[in-house]
């Protein structure tokens, strides 16, 4: 937990508390269903929780905002985002069910009203459109752009953040070439100089 308040010092009392209980609730989860790495599990503050708010280091998310987690997985970066976005609403889908179960389990667990799950993926969401896909390594940049952009609501304004916003690692010069997306990147290693963060970024569609 130290590693995230190294850069974010403004949380409330009940954020804090929120924050603080991922890391039992995953190590209790984790031994039922195993969806975090053994040696990740102990390193879950770093390489999943702050991996996440990278996303909330660059984007601003006004409250209202609906927001799909794409191939959340064990929930990331929708459960982080979530305690730190408490006006914005999260739909975490993936199309494993035993992941969804882990995160209902941890948003139940932390009370998280601005959460709903999915066992989906996301070419059988109908008559749903979000403001936001957020989304971790999970597909290819053309991939993910296909399947993010028909769920995307037309007509968004300047202030408010549109489109898709992924975490990524690597060199991804010839990913971007092949979507044909001319995105921004933010290397994330600027916004949290750890080691491990090294060639990862944030890398935001419109």
């Given at each position: ?34 969806v975090i790495s ?34 959340t997985g064990g ?132």
């Amino acid at each position: 937990m130290e590693t995230v308040l190294k850069y974010f010092a403004d949380f409330t009392p009940k954020q804090l508390d929120q924050f603080q209980a991922l890391g039992p609730l995953y190590r209790e989860w984790n031994e039922k269903i195993n969806v975090i790495s053994r040696k990740d599990i102990d390193a879950l503050y770093e390489k999943h929780v702050l991996h996440s708010l990278a996303i909330a280091a660059v984007a601003d998310l006004p409250g209202g905002l609906q927001v799909l987690d794409l191939g959340t997985g064990g929930g990331f970066p929708g459960i982080p985002l979530a305690i730190f976005f408490p006006e914005v609403q999260f739909h975490l889908v993936d199309s494993i069910g035993k992941k969804i179960k882990v995160v209902e389990g941890v948003a139940e667990a932390l009370n998280l009203q601005n959460v709903t799950t999915a066992h989906s993926r996301a070419e059988e969401i109908r008559n749903r459109k979000f403001d936001l896909v957020v989304s971790r390594a999970v597909a290819p940049l053309k991939d993910l752009w296909s399947w993010s952009k028909p769920l995307i609501r037309k007509g968004a304004s300047e202030d408010r953040p549109a489109g898709l916003i992924c975490l990524k690692g690597g060199d991804l010069a010839q990913e971007i070439s092949e979507s044909g997306c001319r995105p921004k990147m933010v290397n994330i290693y600027k916004l949290f100089p750890e080691e491990f963060f090294q060639e990862k970024y944030v890398v935001a569609v419109r």
